[in-house]
Antibody, heavy 123, light 106 residues
Framework: QITLKESGPTVVKPTQTLTLTCDFS??????????VGWLRQPPGKALECLAV???????RYSSSLKSRLTITKDTSKNHVVLTMTNMDPVDTATYFC???????????????WGQGALVTVSS | DIQMTQSPSSLSASVGDRVTIFCRAS??????LNWYQQKPGKAPRLLIY???SLQSGVPSRLSGSGSGTEFSLTISSLQPEDFATYYC?????????FGGGTKVEI
């Protein structure tokens, strides 16, 4: 059974750095084809994929946020960490982590999600 | 980046209706297209991957079709639990991108 859970601060001040941790179980990030992504959703708005880290340590970032994001993994601890620098009130959102499964034919999809963590940026 | 555009942004329907939601990619993505359902306060749920493959546990009244730049999600007979927001997402190339969502409401 695959589970993921996000943790981190609920409130950060503008200009601060946000650090979020995704603790997962039921799979290994050493397994070929597997990835973990961080996504976010501002209140009432659409989903946005921020970053994905793959089993081989390949990292992919949102084009618009690339300069502010870092994603890392610790396979011994079964967690993935996202840092986002220079936080702004527009970054207020629910942040999700999700398991990215690569299926036959090379297709991939986010098939398991954490419950999400609301982060508010406010002074 | 590949832009994903969904239409309509919202629709009103009744139980038993046949509903179709559309998704357009800004460039050809083959059939690297996923559909998700999201209910208020919940994480998204994967419904369909590879444009038309049903995720395990998803009812067969949902179906997906399309390739290239034009895709659709159809619910053949809307049920009360189907009232939600639906998102398409391309998995063709990074960065992975989502459509703006379609809210299906009564």
């Amino acid at each position: 059974q695959i589970t993921l859970k996000e943790s981190g601060p609920t409130v950060v001040k503008p200009t601060q750095t946000l650090t979020l941790t995704c603790d997962f179980s039921g799979f290994s990030l050493n397994t070929g084809g597997v990835g973990v992504g961080w996504l976010r959703q501002p209140p009432g708005k659409a989903l946005e994929c921020l970053a994905v880290i793959y089993w081989d340590d390949t990292k992919r970032y949102s084009s618009s946020l690339k300069s502010r994001l870092t994603i890392t993994k610790d396979t011994s601890k079964n967690h993935v960490v996202l840092t986002m620098t220079n936080m702004d009130p527009v970054d207020t959102a629910t942040y999700f982590c999700a398991h990215l499964d690569r299926r036959s034919g090379g297709y991939s999809a986010f098939d398991y999600w954490g419950q999400g963590a609301l982060v508010t940026v406010s002074s | 980046d590949i832009q994903m555009t969904q239409s309509p942004s919202s629709l009103s329907a009744s139980v038993g209706d046949r509903v179709t939601i559309f998704c357009r990619a800004s460039q050809s993505i083959g059939n690297y297209l996923n559909w998700y359902q999201q209910k208020p306060g919940k994480a998204p749920r994967l419904l369909i991957y590879a444009a038309s493959s049903l995720q395990s546990g998803v009812p067969s009244r949902l179906s997906g079709s399309g390739s290239g730049t034009e895709f659709s999600l159809t619910i053949s007979s809307l049920q009360p639990e189907d009232f939600a927001t639906y998102y398409c997402q391309q998995s063709y190339i990074s960065p992975l991108t989502f459509g703006g969502g379609t809210k299906v409401e009564i």
